[in-house]
């Protein structure tokens, strides 16, 4: 059976096959009704009104790493996708997959991290199921979850009202999560190397509550990075993204490991940002909101809405121009 027929890991990368599964496979099955255009977080109705939901399920490898494990990813990985959904984090559930063999006390530490995480967000876990399979069906441990929030009022999130003009911000340093968790597999020791930014980001939304009219879009760019989020965004619309490679911000270990390995940041998740997209004269208010708070004290804006539909380009250091693509191949599979 040939590559082409069968799942491959580069699947599960955030890149091109990760798009092309879900275009061909899973939207022409599920995607006419709350899953249309693919949100992180899906607006279903009650009779009271909306509530916000949204499902993920965990695989990184290895479980833990530096600033933070599988059991505190979990938890804001899906607190999260409901807060740049434009929504308030409420319930949680937590499902485990165990491993035959699978140490008692990493169990604990893991379940005491989701619960401590879980309480910093202010979410309840609400429900939850476990299973254990035989040694070698599982690698450790997985978690999947789902997750329940309330909308926020004022948020109207739509990538069809982004303007040429807009600004494109981000909440902190790109790429240390994916850096965090490869060079943690691979036994790679950097002094003062990459540590994770997983966190929870619902307080940054909130902060973008007294502007929410002019917040046009929000993401937090997990597989694939920045270059992936940015170029999903505009693909088939009318408008690009134009990045400033000056104004990219970077951890010191983060950059350092990257170029150690010949990685591109931009192509490198992380667990902890906000991407946003805002109108130009909101700007500078989004970014004092988000440097108020400690998750945002290294928020920039990284660039520009602009005219030319469809494509992603990056300003570089040197002032020519260059394209950014969504990542081609394997990229970083397993960082969630």
Known sequence: MTSSNTIQLSHGGGGVLSRNLIRDEIVPRFGAGPLRGLPDAA??????????????????????????????????????????????PRWLSLALILEEGLPLDLLRRILDSAAAAAAACGVTIATGDTKVVARGQCDRLYINTAGLGEPLPGFCLDPDTLRPGDAVLVSGTLGDHGMAVLCARQGIGIRNGPVSDSAPVHRLVTALAPIAPQVRFLRDPTRGGVAAVTNEIVEGRPVGVRLREATLPFAPGTRAAAELLGLDLLDVACEGRVLAMVAADAADAALAAWRALPEGAQAAQIGVVDSRGGQVSLETLMGGHRLVDVPQGEVLPRIC
């Open 43 to 88: 607006r279903v109705p009650f009779a009271a009104g909306e509530a916000i939901f949204t499902t993920d399920s965990y695989v990184v490898q290895p479980v833990e790493f530096p600033g933070g494990d599988i059991g505190s990813l979990a938890v804001h990985g899906t607190v999260n996708d409901i807060a740049v959904s434009g929504g308030r």
